[in-house]
T-cell receptor
Framework: DTEVTQTPKHLVMGMTNKKSLKCEQHMGHRAMYWYKQKAKKPPELMFV???????INESVPSRFSPECPNSSLLNLHLHALQPEDSALYLCASSQGGAGTGVPGTQYFGPGTRLTVL | QKEVEQDPGPLSVPEGAIVSLNCTYSNSAFQYFMWYRQYSRKGPELLMYTYSSGNKEDGRFTAQVDKSSKYISLFIRDSQPSDSATYLC????????????FGSGTRLQVQP
């Protein structure tokens, strides 16, 4: 099973709201990722967690706050977003990650389509 | 210059045609090469994964990597309308930063 699940599928929020995106995998993968994808563009890396520790933060604004409660779960907390943050947010996982010595073939979830009004 | 170059298309072919999708790259540290298929408004789906140079075949799909030319290809035989999607190449290094570097994606349309 190579499934990564994400909830919710769609989210509409105002600029003053606080919301969270959730991601789950049960493949025993030790690296998890958040990507942002705008229409007709490739995914852009936001954060990487390796063994539940944040290993890469691509200078993402602080209004995005990741959290990895355990090896199967990854959250992205959203606060005071801007309309330009509207995008498809993708979670991915891989067996290995930065510094693990294991190939990082990534499996993606279906994404959360976020609209910020 | 981008690290990974991919023709955005769109590429339109008749059903049953052989499709060739390509990416070039500049970073000689890349060792892992992947092809993802992405349908509209869905997450990318891993199609093929290759380590270093060589060919890999899976059903109607063949991935080729030529590290000497820094060139990778995905061939789709007997293309079907259900193959209509955006195809993203992605690659990563063997050490250090292992995050994927994506091409811009090629939009493929297979006409029935």
């Amino acid at each position: 099973d190579t499934e990564v699940t994400q909830t919710p599928k769609h989210l509409v929020m105002g600029m003053t709201n606080k919301k969270s995106l959730k991601c789950e995998q049960h493949m025993g993968h030790r690296a998890m990722y958040w990507y942002k994808q705008k229409a007709k563009k490739p995914p852009e890396l936001m954060f990487v967690y390796s063994y539940e520790k944040l290993s890469i933060n691509e200078s993402v604004p602080s209004r995005f706050s990741p959290e990895c409660p355990n090896s199967s779960l990854l959250n992205l907390h959203l606060h005071a977003l801007q309309p330009e943050d509207s995008a498809l947010y993708l979670c991915a996982s891989s067996q290995g990650g930065a510094g693990t010595g294991v190939p990082g073939t990534q499996y993606f979830g279906p994404g959360t389509r976020l609209t910020v009004l | 210059q981008k690290e990974v170059e991919q023709d955005p298309g769109p590429l339109s072919v008749p059903e049953g045609a052989i499709v060739s999708l390509n990416c070039t790259y500049s970073n000689s540290a890349f060792q892992y090469f992947m092809w993802y298929r992405q349908y509209s408004r869905k997450g990318p789906e891993l199609l093929m994964y290759t380590y270093s140079s060589g060919n890999k075949e899976d059903g109607r799909f063949t991935a080729q990597v030529d590290k000497s030319s820094k060139y990778i290809s995905l061939f789709i035989r007997d293309s079907q309308p259900s193959d209509s999607a955006t195809y993203l190449c992605a690659m990563s290094a063997d050490t250090g930063r292992r995050a994927l570097t994506f091409g811009s994606g090629t939009r493929l349309q297979v006409q029935p």
